[in-house]
C-alpha cells in the first residue's frame, strides 16, 4: 500500500483542492461554511501533489443556533476525491477509513451520499469500508443512495 500523510485540514492546499476537484468532479466546489464542514487532504509521501480530498459537512438540518443550544453534530460525509493518476494504490482506502474514523469520533454514525449513477462507489463503501446501503424506504431522494457507516460495527 503507497504511504500517505493525511491532515485535517485545507492548509496551503486550497487552490490544489479546488483545482483537484475541477478535474475529477466538475460540479463540486469547496464547501461553504454554513453547514460546518471538516475537511481532509491527502499527498502521497516523497510526492508534492495533492492525491486525495474528502469533506464532512454536518448533516443536521436546522438553524446553527437554537434556544436549546447549538445544533448536534451529524456527520455526513459530501464527498471523497481521489486524484485519477493514482487510482489503484489503496490511496482511497486509507483516506476513506480515516475520514470515517474521525468523523465517528463520539459514536456517531457517519451517513455518506452517492450518485445513484455511481454503482462503483456504492461498492466501495459496501465492500471495502463497510458501510451499509440504507433500506428504501429511507432512500429520500431518487437520485442519491443513502449509506451509513458505524464505528460500532468496524
Known amino acids: 500500500m503507497t504511504p500517505v500523510q493525511i491532515s485535517f485540514g485545507l492548509g496551503e492546499h486550497k487552490d490544489a483542492a479546488r483545482a483537484l476537484l475541477r478535474r475529477e468532479w466538475p460540479l463540486a466546489d469547496l464547501p461553504s461554511p454554513v453547514n460546518e464542514p471538516r475537511i481532509w487532504t491527502m499527498i502521497r509521501v516523497g510526492s508534492n501533489g495533492l492525491a486525495g480530498l474528502a469533506v464532512v459537512a454536518n448533516g443536521f438540518r436546522a438553524p446553527a ?33 480515516r475520514v470515517l474514523e474521525d468523523a465517528g469520533k463520539g ?48
Do not use: N
Request: with cysteine.
Open 65 to 97: 443556533v437554537s434556544a436549546d443550544g447549538p445544533r448536534p453534530y451529524h456527520p455526513l460525509l459530501e464527498y471523497l476525491v481521489v486524484d485519477h493518476k493514482v487510482r489503484g494504490e489503496g490511496l482511497g482506502r486509507q483516506l476513506a477509513r
Open 107 to 154: 459514536a456517531h454514525d457517519v451517513h455518506i451520499e452517492v450518485e445513484r449513477t455511481r454503482p462503483d462507489a456504492v461498492r466501495f463503501w459496501t465492500r471495502h469500508m463497510h458501510c451499509t446501503l440504507l433500506p428504501e424506504a429511507d432512500q429520500t431522494d431518487p437520485k442519491i443512495y443513502h449509506l451509513r457507516w458505524s464505528p460500532a460495527e468496524s
